[in-house]
């Protein structure tokens, strides 16, 4: 949320087992004028501190679409690292799109 109270988008950890201390992370972000001025870095690095620190992960996990190249950079930015190639995972738009299958241990964050 920005000073002004406008909602800018989400970030959450979901499915977090404490038995396996893994958890997916997904992120939202909102309207494009609200892109390229940090707020998904932020968020991503605060949201990966808290789920490492406080919730005592070992590992978080994400997909992004191959083509989303702004995302992409952005997650190899803070630490997650390519662990795969889903082919065709994501439909949108009538259009099936591969999504790259990404990682990141305790005490990779950047």
Request: hydrophobic share 35%; aromatic share 10%.
């Amino acid at each position: 949320m920005r000073d002004d109270g406008t909602l800018v988008g989400l970030v959450r950890l979901r499915d977090a087992e404490p038995e396996t201390g893994c958890a997916e992370l997904d992120i939202y972000l909102g309207e494009a004028d609200r892109w390229g001025r940090g707020y998904a870095t932020d968020a991503l690095r605060t949201m990966c501190r808290y789920g490492f620190d406080s919730m005592r992960l070992h590992k978080i996990s994400l997909t992004v679409v191959t083509e989303n190249h702004a995302a992409h950079h952005i997650y190899r930015k803070v630490g997650f690292v390519e662990e795969g190639r889903l082919r065709q995972g994501f439909r949108r738009d009538g259009h099936w799109y591969d999504q790259y299958a990404m990682g990141m241990l305790k005490g990779e964050l950047r």
